[in-house]
């Protein structure tokens, strides 16, 4: 079944009384008198959306730590366009855009309503571009691995928000901040990606094991201090990082979700580390929480 018909028939499926309620859960959010955290989360293997291991119970417990949110926005590296989109049907289709894994992978369905209202507030709050209302993506695994395990039950509606591939870092790292009213509204905003992240150069004989080279780390240790320090600037011009830079990031995808969360941060947001961990040499599955405690 194609994603255009897996959401005819979710709709078709769903009672009426559902469909009202959850067009109110968010249609006219409310300021919070806290702001919800924003997450930078290391998704690495889709195998993650199935295993318990370190990685998923790490997500399954932070769910668990913060405010349960109104909704999710994820930034996904795995949905990347030309201009901006974000996802606007009331039932997003599971996408499974990898190759070469279980079938019990494949049979995953999250079934996480979306929210057409928000969606309509998000693009609203956009002023830098014009922001497409979409009809046709859904949940790729950048975004259904991680809420997955925090949210099993599928009770909160969860929306993407696309990386436009034609525009520098500055640009993603700005427009994060024009969502910077989603979070005083109970809204979880996830950039989902790796900051380290070369398949190219995967040590497959260690492809389950806790390791990383030498320059990985050393990237990564990078990454934190200037994160920890508030230095936003040499984040977004990483390519002067130096060749560690160029090894840990040959194409920007799976990086540019961390300005997205940077960009969100309040000078009240104390950083912390989760998943500190490399993997497979060339991957790190670092990720940051900002939360204003």
Not at 61 to 88: D, E, F, M, R
Not at 241 to 247: E, F, M, P, R
């Amino acid at each position: 079944m194609n994603r255009k018909n897996f959401v005819k028939t979710m709709i078709a499926g769903a009672a009426v009384g559902s469909l009202s309620t959850l067009h109110k859960i968010t249609s006219d959010l409310k300021d919070s008198e806290k702001l919800m955290p924003a997450l930078f989360v290391g998704h690495g293997s889709p195998m993650n959306g199935i295993l318990d291991n370190e990685f998923s119970q790490k997500w399954s417990t932070l769910a668990k730590k913060i405010p349960k949110p109104a909704a999710v926005l994820v930034v996904s590296a795995h949905w990347y366009t030309k201009g901006t989109k974000v996802t606007a049907m009331d039932f997003p289709a599971t996408i499974h855009d990898f190759g070469g894994f279980p079938r019990e992978l494949f049979e995953v369905q999250y079934k996480a309503p979306g929210n057409p209202e928000l969606a309509k507030e998000t693009s609203a709050l956009i002023k830098s571009t014009s922001v497409e209302l979409d009809h046709e993506w859904g949940l790729d695994h950048g975004a259904w691995v991680i809420v997955k395990h925090m949210y099993p039950n599928a009770d909160i509606p969860v929306l993407q928000l696309s990386i436009d591939y034609t525009k520098p870092p500055t640009y993603h790292y700005q427009l994060a901040q024009e969502l910077y009213e989603l979070r005083k509204k109970g809204v979880l905003i996830i950039g989902s990606g790796n900051m380290v992240h070369n398949l190219r150069m995967v040590a497959w004989d260690k492809i389950n094991d806790n390791y990383g080279y030498d320059w990985a780390l050393e990237l990564n240790q990078k990454f934190k201090s200037l994160i920890e320090s508030k230095d936003h600037d040499s984040l977004i011009h990483y390519k002067n990082l130096g060749q560690a830079a160029n090894l840990a990031i040959p194409s920007p995808d799976h990086y540019l979700p961390l300005l997205y969360t940077l960009g969100l941060q309040d000078k009240k947001d104390e950083i912390s580390f989760f998943n500190d961990k490399a993997v497979a040499g060339s991957l790190t599955m670092t990720s940051v929480e900002l939360n204003a405690l």
